[in-house]
């Protein structure tokens, strides 16, 4: 009688964790196919194309010849890290290396489904 207790509650939270892994890919999913427009990315492309071009005019009343190439340097090299991240976050999915998730979760599916069988087919000494 325990058995059949243990093994229908492994099988009903087998099938919680499974609920919930379909809850969370579907969203991934969601994530995954939603458009970035082109237009947005282009426009900030474009629009930090123009404002490092223009900011060493901007910089050299303040700074003089040899301070204005390192300090437009260092601006431009922080404000385009920024614009990369930005695009790197539009697409996570080609960056991140989501095969260990995949295969953590398959690996913890399979540790369940053994157990799971293995404590239907054991019988406790008796």
Request: aromatic residues 12%.
């Amino acid at each position: 009688m325990t058995e059949a207790l243990s093994a229908a509650f492994a099988a009903e939270r087998l099938d919680e964790e499974v609920r919930k892994l379909e809850a969370a890919l579907g969203t991934c999913e969601r994530i995954m196919r939603t458009p970035i427009p082109t237009s947005y990315t282009r426009h900030t492309s474009r629009f930090l194309f123009m404002w490092t071009m223009f900011l060493p005019f901007a910089l050299w009343d303040m700074f003089g010849f040899y301070g204005t190439v390192p300090a437009s340097m260092v601006m431009a090299y922080v404000f385009l890290g920024i614009e990369d991240i930005g695009v790197v976050i539009e697409e996570p999915f080609e960056v991140l290396p989501m095969w260990r998730y995949a295969a953590a979760i398959e690996a913890s599916c399979d540790g369940a489904a053994r157990r799971g069988v293995e404590s239907t087919t054991t019988k406790p000494a008796m």
